[in-house]
């Protein structure tokens, strides 16, 4: 005991002991869980690292136990011929049990208890007792085995990818419950540069060397709008030729003083207006669904000097125009601030508008 290592206290913290045939000392282990001394005659002594139990069910409230504490994981299988409900239980305090979520070792979504026989398992760090217990009995005998090791952790599943993950998949479009489904964390492949699969391809993410995810926009026919080389988003201004982004053409010659343009709330994006008059003229943009009563007040109202003309567009209405919560409808007036009706033939007119 004299050489014995010893602590600051200088109490012992490694005990050996020998016999005189034999100068070699053995360590003395203790078991992690009863912190009792492990003692055998013959072999080698080591701590336990597992621990089984088994027990039929035979009737109501009938239980199989295993102390699980110190322990990481437990394995559950239910064998034999019954009719019952056996729930799946543990406590912290020895006395007062909850239902545990255990997984069965074939699917993804945890459960509480089974009518049937199976595999289960799950996590017990922390928990003293688990307990298999029929919660209602009608007949047979339920066999039970009981497994649990140190090692182990919280149970997860793979939401996707079982072939190659180490995880079980979901059903596409499967339902996710929250606090319930288990996840795996995703990882990416360090890339330079974005790579292509072929159809039905499987493939990993891309990260960057900072393990941020390698994004990239695309068409939804796969044209890239990255510019890899630049590191920047490629940005083409094209002509829609689809009338669901092309703006809507009004036009009036010289037929009106005044028309609707759009029965309905819309924007307009520019005008055109050209007065045939000597005098000055205004050309008037009006938020209503039909057209403006004498002395109505417009939205917008331009001068034309006479014999001129004008354009305004976006520069002046903005790149997503100028609102109409109503509807839209143009006049040419002898005056600014309300609608005086100037001669229809006086003006001609084009509005771009959606």
């Known amino acids: 005991m004299a050489q014995a290592r010893r ?35 013959t072999g080698t002594i080591s701590a336990v690292t597992e621990l089984t139990g088994s027990g039929t069910i035979t009737a109501l ?3 199989v136990t295993l102390n699980t504490g110190g322990y990481g994981a437990v394995g559950i299988q239910v064998t034999g011929t019954w009719v019952a409900t056996l729930a799946f239980e543990c406590t912290i305090d020895g006395t007062n049990y909850q239902a545990l979520d255990v997984f069965p070792t074939n699917g993804a979504t945890s459960v509480q208890s089974t009518t049937s026989n199976g595999q289960f398992h799950g996590h017990v760090g922390g928990i003293q007792s688990i307990r298999v217990r029929a919660s209602a009995f009608t007949s047979g005998t339920a066999t039970i085995s009981l497994h649990s090791d140190i090692a182990g952790g919280p149970t997860t599943k793979a939401v996707a990818g079982a072939v190659g993950g180490g995880g079980t998949s979901m059903t596409d479009d499967s339902g996710f ?45 796969a044209d890239s709008v990255m510019d890899d080389t630049l590191d920047a988003i ?14 809507t053409r009004f036009a009036d010659l010289g037929a009106n003083a005044t ?24 050309i008037q943009l009006h938020n209503t669904a039909t057209t403006p009563a004498g002395g109505a007040t417009p939205l917008y109202t331009f001068l034309i000097s006479g014999g001129d003309q004008i354009v305004i567009g976006t520069d002046f209405f903005g790149p997503a125009g100028a609102n109409f919560s109503t509807g839209i409808a143009f006049g040419v007036s002898t005056v600014k601030d309300s609608f005086t009706a100037a001669t229809a033939s006086e003006q001609s007119t084009v509005i771009m508008f959606k």
């Open 177 to 221: 419950t929250v606090g319930t489904t288990g996840i795996t964390p995703a990882a990416g492949t360090y890339r330079t540069v974005r790579d292509a699969v072929d159809d039905n391809d499987a493939g990993a993410f891309a990260m960057t060397e900072k393990r941020a995810i390698l994004a990239a926009l695309e068409t939804s026919n």
């Open 61 to 63: 409230d009938g239980a």
């Open 7 to 41: 602590d600051s206290n200088y109490v012992t913290t490694l005990l050996a002991v020998t016999n005189d045939a034999n100068l070699t000392p053995t360590n003395l282990v203790v078991d992690p869980t009863t912190s009792r001394l492990l003692v055998s005659s």
């Open 259 to 282: 028309a609707n343009v759009k029965s309905s709330a819309g924007n307009v994006f520019s005008l055109w207006c050209q007065n045939e008059n000597t005098a000055d003229r205004f």
């Open 234 to 247: 490629k940005v083409i201004q094209t002509v829609p030729s689809a009338s669901t982004y092309a703006y």
